[in-house]
């Protein structure tokens, strides 16, 4: 134990290095020293991971560590970047993101405290269903919604900005579904009609996903944001396939999406900017639109193809040329100075702790914990290729940010509690099994249990039998003993035995000690009866005699 909380803590103290090299390496090539507020800041940010790292010893002990140290690297080199580009348009955007990660933190290690088991997440299942619709409907309210870059997905708050509830609503929502497909799972497990080898579902079992594709149009509909839609109605399809196990559940929902979606780009102008900015990216008339255009998608190409394989090096690219680099493009910035070979230790980076997210889903028993954990990890796997799909061409942009790189409080907050509930159910999945938890145990103890009863029955029927015969003999022998010519005999061997365990054992009846009279002498088997007396009482051979 002691060799793993050492390697656990040098990973953390590694991580920490990574990130303070590539500050220091940043501010040194932009500014020629390293500016005292982002010194002090990022030392109360190192300060709150190594607590972060106690409070998992205290509480979590048998907790994953390697997802915060992925975490806390992909932070550091998302402010990192964003700093850089501060660097360049003069602003303080990298400051304010240090201010979110502090209150991310601390709130990550509250539930890291509190939350001793997630499962208690389940008893709130339709309350987190409606905290969920209430967030992801928030930003339609006339006096605190707003509009920006054509969708309707934020909320303001005065004194402290705006900030993207669909974030938080993300967490509600997966609450919910987890709890209602553990319940239901067996009936949307079985199967209908076959097509094409495809076994689909019922049809009266279809509900639940109209009315997630319902909700998912609704968004897309009233707030024009393709990104929240997709990613709300994948997370559930997804956690759907988990608790199913039946490709016909993906093929359906990727049917209705695909369908939805078309229907919206002919429908909706801002999706069907972004579709033909994606078609058409180095169209002029895309590239020259004054809104919805191309510009933004062009530019961020063009400085990936810059970077080469290596990238130019900290500090010394322009990634503020693109168009809010800092959030939505903070993918092209990194790609840039860091290169392809940066792109893709970020890219491993985020699969580490997917598959941290996978296999605590494999390894927890508890039905509840496994979709909740890999409808988390799906969420956030989704999300990243949504983004890095939209910047590289893949797929249009969907206006999803990078999870814990882009600049933004709400998203950083909510992905820091998706990352500590992982960590708090990679806990109770690595927990080591208990000797009376364990299934062999339960299994003796059960049998024992079955032998213990069989054995008391058994007992209980002897010792019946027994007070029978017991009952049937006392009552032959006082008979014998009491009536002058006796009736039908007790048979010997019988009445040896039997006659003799009775009267040297005392016999219970009716809360009294009685202890049965002893035999006579004169008691005759079956074939030894006694002649009938003679008048003068004397015997017939005394007579002749």
């Known amino acids: 134990m002691m060799v793993t909380r050492l390697r656990q803590f040098g990973l953390l103290l590694f991580s920490m290095l990574i990130c303070g090299v590539a500050f220091f390496q940043m501010f040194e090539r932009t500014t020629g020293g390293f500016p005292h507020n982002y010194l ?27 997802i915060m140290c992925c975490v806390m690297v992909l932070t550091g080199t998302g402010v990192m970047m964003i700093a850089r580009i501060d660097q360049d348009l003069n602003t303080s955007v990298a400051f304010k993101q240090l201010l979110w990660l502090s209150i991310a933190l601390v709130l990550a290690n509250l539930l890291v405290i509190f939350m001793k088991d997630y499962r208690v997440l389940r008893r709130f299942s339709y309350v987190s269903m409606v905290i969920g619709l209430v967030l992801l409907l928030s930003p339609m309210l006339p006096v605190v919604g707003s509009e920006q870059y054509g969708a309707r997905i934020w909320v303001k708050i005065p004194g402290l900005g705006s900030f993207q509830p669909s974030e938080f609503a993300k967490l509600f ?73 039946r490709t ?111 296999i605590t889903a494999m390894k927890i028993k508890d039905g509840f914990g496994k979709l909740l954990a890999s409808g988390l990890v799906f969420t956030m796997a989704f999300q990243v290729f949504t983004v890095v799909g939209g910047i590289t061409l893949v797929i249009p942009l969907t206006g999803l940010t990078l999870p814990y790189m882009a600049a933004g409080g709400s998203s950083l907050i909510a992905n820091y509690m998706l990352a500590a509930l992982l960590v708090v159910i990679s806990n109770s999945a690595n927990k080591p099994e208990s000797d009376i938890d364990s299934d062999t145990f339960q299994y ?90 003679s008048p003068s009482g004397n015997t017939s051979e005394g007579s002749q005699a």
């Open 40 to 66: 002090w800041m990022l030392a109360f940010i190192g300060a709150l991971f190594l607590t972060s790292w106690g409070l998992l010893l205290r509480f979590q002990p048998y907790a994953n560590q390697a």
């Open 173 to 245: 929502l997966a609450f919910f579904f987890a709890s209602y497909l553990y319940d239901h799972r067996d009936q949307l497990a079985v199967g209908g009609k076959k097509v094409l080898g495809l076994q689909l579902p019922r049809i009266k079992d279809l509900g639940p996903i109209i009315v997630v594709w319902v909700v998912s149009m609704g968004v897309l509909v009233v707030q024009h944001d393709l990104g929240t839609s997709l990613m709300f109605f994948a997370m559930f399809v997804s956690m759907l396939y988990v608790a199913t196990g």
């Open 248 to 358: 016909s559940w993906i093929v359906i929902g990727f049917i209705a999406f695909a369908v939805g979606a078309f229907a919206a780009a002919n429908i909706f102008s801002h999706v069907g900017a972004r579709v033909d900015a994606w078609l058409h990216p180095f169209d002029s008339a895309q590239y020259n639109k004054e809104y919805g255009g191309s510009y933004q998608l062009v530019t961020g190409i063009f400085g990936l193809a810059s970077g080469g394989l290596m990238g130019t090096g900290l500090g010394q690219g322009h990634p503020s040329l693109t168009p809010i680099a800092n959030s939505d493009y903070i993918y092209a910035a990194l790609g840039e100075e860091l290169g392809l070979t940066g792109l893709m230790a970020i890219l491993m980076l985020y699969l580490l702790i997917i598959a941290a997210g996978m």
């Open 444 to 533: 003796e103890a059960m049998q024992a249990l079955r032998a213990r009863k069989q054995s008391r029955a058994s007992r209980s029927v002897a010792s019946a039998q027994s007070d029978a015969q017991s009952q049937a003999v006392s009552q032959a022998v006082s008979q014998a003993a009491t009536q002058d010519v006796p009736q039908v005999a007790v048979p010997a061997a019988m009445q040896q035995s039997q006659a003799t365990e009775i009267i040297s054992a005392e016999t219970p009846v009716a809360g009294m000690l009685i202890t049965p009279p002893a035999p006579p002498s004169n008691v005759f088997g079956a074939s030894d009866m006694p002649s009938t007396p």
